[in-house]
């Protein structure tokens, strides 16, 4: 009788295992599609951007658009810029500080990404590399000039310095890529030089 009490309490534990790690599973899929969902929109809104229309929201309820696309050549990395820089923004994928410059336009971008999800490819990044960005008028070539990892809570760019630098982008991410933890005052920066820009319409080589 005993051992039928065990064994009856036994399947019932394991049932109970099987249907948390079933529902786990479904929690985590269902995780997944909405990530991918949102990507195909955004895919999408961006595509109408570059046809020509403005302030494509992915979705209805959505508080950001995409702006332009950064490429990481040498790290086979593309990814659409959306504008924001919010916490709700860069749950979808990088965004751009609005009180700088537009993503390929003079003066300087800052455009921040999670370094576990849309920047984690900055763990990867060299000086040298370049770093494309495409808007819809231009496609604009960086070169990765400089790597710097400041706390955020010593340092600041004013819009002074915004306006006067020459143009490039200021990529920004958490810092170090293998915490455990989420947050922290640590930043990776990097800083990339404009070296040319070709118009969406021209056939030959960036200027």
Same mark, same amino acid.
């Given at each position: 009788?005993? *051992?039928?009490?065990?064994?009856?309490?036994?399947?019932?534990?394991?049932?109970? @295992?099987?249907? &948390?790690?079933? +529902?786990?599973?479904? @929690?985590?899929?269902?995780? /997944?599609?909405?990530? +991918?969902?949102?990507?195909?929109?955004?895919?999408?809104? +961006? !595509?109408? #951007?570059?046809?020509?229309? *403005?302030? =494509?929201?992915?979705?209805? +309820?959505?508080?950001?658009?995409? &702006?332009?696309?950064?490429?990481?050549?040498?790290?086979?990395?593309? !990814? @659409?810029?959306?504008? %924001?820089?919010?916490?709700?923004?860069?749950?979808?994928?990088?965004? $751009?500080?609005?009180?700088?410059?537009?993503?390929?336009?003079?003066?300087?971008?800052?455009?921040? %990404?999670?370094?576990?999800?849309? $920047?984690?490819?900055?763990?990867?990044?060299?000086? %040298?590399?370049?770093?494309?960005?495409?808007?819809? #008028?231009?496609?604009? #070539? /960086?070169?990765?000039?400089?790597?710097?990892? =400041?706390?955020?809570? %010593? $340092?600041? @760019?004013?819009?002074?310095?915004?306006?006067?630098?020459?143009?490039?982008?200021?990529?920004?991410?958490? /810092?170090? $890529?293998?915490?455990? #933890?989420?947050?922290?005052?640590?930043?990776?920066?990097?800083?990339?030089?404009?070296?040319?820009?070709?118009?969406?319409?021209?056939?030959?080589?960036?200027?």
């Amino acid at each position: 009788m005993a *051992s039928r009490l065990i064994t009856y309490l036994v399947l019932i534990g394991l049932m109970a @295992i099987s249907l &948390v790690g079933v +529902w786990n599973i479904g @929690i985590v899929g269902t995780f /997944y599609a909405k990530a +991918w969902l949102a990507d195909q929109l955004i895919e999408k809104a +961006w !595509q109408r #951007t570059l046809q020509g229309e *403005s302030h =494509v929201r992915p979705w209805a +309820w959505a508080d950001t658009w995409p &702006v332009a696309e950064i490429q990481a050549p040498r790290l086979n990395i593309r !990814q @659409i810029i959306l504008s %924001g820089d919010s916490g709700r923004v860069l749950a979808f994928g990088p965004g $751009f500080n609005e009180s700088s410059a537009l993503p390929g336009e003079s003066g300087l971008s800052i455009i921040s %990404g999670h370094r576990d999800t849309s $920047f984690n490819f900055l763990k990867d990044i060299q000086t %040298g590399d370049q770093i494309i960005i495409k808007n819809k #008028t231009e496609v604009t #070539t /960086y070169m990765v000039e400089e790597l710097v990892i =400041v706390d955020q809570r %010593g $340092f600041q @760019i004013d819009d002074q310095m915004m306006k006067e630098q020459s143009p490039s982008i200021l990529l920004v991410t958490c /810092y170090p $890529f293998a915490a455990l #933890t989420a947050g922290g005052n640590k930043r990776l920066l990097v800083l990339a030089k404009k070296v040319g820009t070709k118009s969406e319409t021209d056939e030959g080589s960036i200027r």
